[in-house]
């Protein structure tokens, strides 16, 4: 069978001779004629086998009767991602070129005001991803009461990336009376069950069974540790005849340092995952497809519908969480009948995701080994492969050296049943028990601790250096000398030590105590209403008799507070009475002296 036979026109029977296609494939041969009758479609075939042209070939040939309308297109195709959009608009511009059509790329990513202008001009068709359309429609910037061509490509990855939501509400903004294609290279039940809520009477097309591999690709197994997989990964590179391949991680953080670390040991490589700008991520695939890179480490953003010619290997450096995954994966090579490799690197704990890959393809991965790396077994179970080195086994027995709950229970009675003086006795012998089960439960939490460090070094394996890269050297015994020096807290927002402090507490701190200081204040306070004629010479025998209870003071100890009482309380009652305006500097003294002894009586008084 040729193209010619399925009915397309004479214009896009000569666009298919130029791009090189005399024979369609299974999947286009079914499905070309039943677009052009305009039934609804639901196509499920593997990867590789022109899903893309057996929608856009008839559409084509539809739309080239009409013409299109400011901000009316007549047609929608909704792709998952960027690149896959950019892609089918490329195959629009090479079978469409003997025919005078407009489309619009409207995804994320690019300038929106240049593709509101392309919308305002009028468009045929309509390439976009489900986010940006409906922000477009909701600006005003479109209007989809004239489409009548639905198109829905790889639908089942536009359900593992959640744009069913998405995708309801476009069907909701078209008209009920249209033609809907759905596309796809897996059909689970959810689906399935989409599809019968979106196509009416649709027309069946299952070329071959939902995700078989293509029979020209080698799969091989490689079952290591998570700490050799960057090596396993380099040395597979090196042995095999590697002209370009894709290397797949499941998380964009390892798709950056998988990117560093090949790199860094010369390979020419490049990386592309959903972080990352649109000109950055366009930039990268061109040099891939050109050749002028290698090696594309990337997410499963690049493992749907992305057609490179003659991809050689594929590397799964990672085992995809989801199994219809690897069907994608491994269909970036041997694509058009051309022969391929893929190879998958997994640790023992991704066991039941080999399995699962295993009953989804219907065929068993072969193992394979290299040499200089330990090969390990998978675990099936499911539950994470314990550390040889770990200490819970000895943990059980310790505890099984313990008495069983049952044996307490019968010793408490006995306990119970002895005399009370010899209860003492008893616990003779359990005190040093004691600290032996504080030992044991430290242990036992110790164990724990680093059992969980354990876990946590096992996970961020990956984030540190390779085994065979460069120790880094520091100073060693050449420590610069402004390193040494020592900071000190207040200049780091912290409190002082002990130490910091010490100084300056000494230095606050005079030989001479207070009450010496404030010694001398005191007889000044009393004296204060003498009499104003004293001259200096008789104010010194004044300062002789004050100083005297100061220093016998200062050798009383200082425990003696009831003195201190007095001492404040015989200075101030003798305030209240006037005193005489003129005394003697021997009488003053002598009442100074007497003061003491007369507070009594002035109290009783």
């Avoid at 979106?198 to 080698?218: C, D, G, H, Q, Y």
């Avoid at 086994?393 to 310790?398: A, K, S, T, Y």
Wanted: hydrophobic share 35%.
């Amino acid at each position: 069978m040729n193209f010619a036979d399925l009915g397309l026109s004479e214009d896009i029977l000569k666009a298919v001779a130029d791009a090189g296609y005399d024979t369609p494939t299974p999947i286009q041969a079914q499905a070309i004629p039943s677009v052009l009758m305009a039934r609804d479609i639901l196509g499920c075939a593997q990867t590789g086998t022109g899903k893309t042209a057996s929608f856009t070939l008839p559409m084509l040939d539809i739309l080239h009767h009409g013409r299109a309308r400011m901000r009316m297109p007549r047609s929608i195709i909704l792709e998952p991602t960027r690149e896959l959009a950019t892609q089918v608009a490329a195959n629009f511009d090479t079978y469409g070129k003997y025919i005078s059509l407009s489309k619009a790329l409207i995804i994320g990513g690019e300038s929106a005001s240049e593709q509101s202008k392309v919308l305002e001009k009028g468009a045929d068709v309509i390439i976009a991803t489900p986010g940006r359309l409906i922000d477009t429609f909701e600006r005003g910037k479109l209007l989809l009461s004239d489409c009548k061509l639905l198109v829905i490509d790889e639908a089942d990855r536009m359900l593992d990336m959640g744009f069913i939501p998405d995708i309801e509400k476009i069907v909701n903004m078209l008209p009920q009376q249209r033609q809907t294609l759905f596309f796809s290279a897996t059909m689970p039940k959810e689906i399935k069950r989409l599809a019968d809520k979106f196509l009416s009477n649709p027309k069946e097309i299952t070329v071959s069974p939902p995700s078989t591999m293509a029979t020209t690709v080698e799969h091989k197994l490689l079952v290591l540790d998570d700490m050799d997989k960057r090596e396993a990964l380099r040395r597979l590179i090196r042995a095999e005849d590697v002209r370009n391949a894709f290397v797949f991680c499941n998380r964009k953080k390892d798709v950056d340092i998988l990117f560093k670390s090949l790199t860094k040991h010369g390979f020419n490589a490049g990386r592309m995952h959903g972080d990352l700008a649109q000109s950055e991520r366009t930039e990268t695939l061109a040099k891939f497809k050109t050749g002028e890179i290698t090696l594309l480490v990337c997410s499963d953003v690049a493992a749907r519908g992305i057609d490179v010619a003659d991809v050689s290997h594929v590397f799964n450096f990672d085992v995809p969480f989801n199994a219809e995954d690897y069907v994608h994966r491994t269909g970036r090579t041997g694509r058009a009948g051309r022969a391929g490799k893929a190879f998958t690197l997994a640790v023992p704990e991704d066991g039941k995701l080999v399995a699962a890959i295993n009953k989804t393809i219907n065929m068993d991965i072969p193992l394979s080994e290299l040499e200089g790396i330990e090969t390990l077994e998978l675990d099936f179970s499911g539950k994470k492969r314990r550390n040889k080195k770990s200490r819970k086994p000895n943990n059980r027995d310790d505890r099984s050296a313990r008495p069983a709950k049952s044996d307490k229970k019968d010793a408490a009675p006995e306990k119970a049943a002895e005399p009370q003086p010899e209860a003492p006795k008893q616990k003779d012998p359990e005190t040093p028990k004691a600290p032996a089960r504080e030992a044991q439960n430290n242990k036992g939490n110790n164990d724990r601790n680093n059992d969980r460090n354990n876990r946590n070094n096992r996970n961020n394996r990956r984030d540190r250096d390779d085994r065979d890269d460069k120790q880094v050297v520091g100073f060693g015994d050449h420590v610069p000398s402004f390193l040494l020096t020592k900071v000190p807290a207040s200049s780091l927002g912290k409190k002082a030590t002990d130490e910091e402090e010490a100084p300056k507490k000494t230095t606050r701190r005079k030989p001479a105590d207070k009450s010496k200081a404030a010694a001398p204040k005191r007889p000044r306070r009393s004296t204060k209403k003498a009499a104003a004629d004293e001259t200096p010479a008789e104010a010194a025998p004044v300062t002789e008799a004050t100083e005297a209870p100061a220093e016998a003071a200062n050798d009383a100890p200082s425990d003696a507070a009831p003195a201190k009482e007095v001492k404040k309380r015989a200075p101030r009652r003798p305030r209240k009475k006037t005193a005489p305006k003129a005394e003697t500097a021997e009488n003053t003294s002598e009442s100074s002296d007497a003061a003491p002894e007369q507070a009594p009586a002035d109290s009783q008084s």
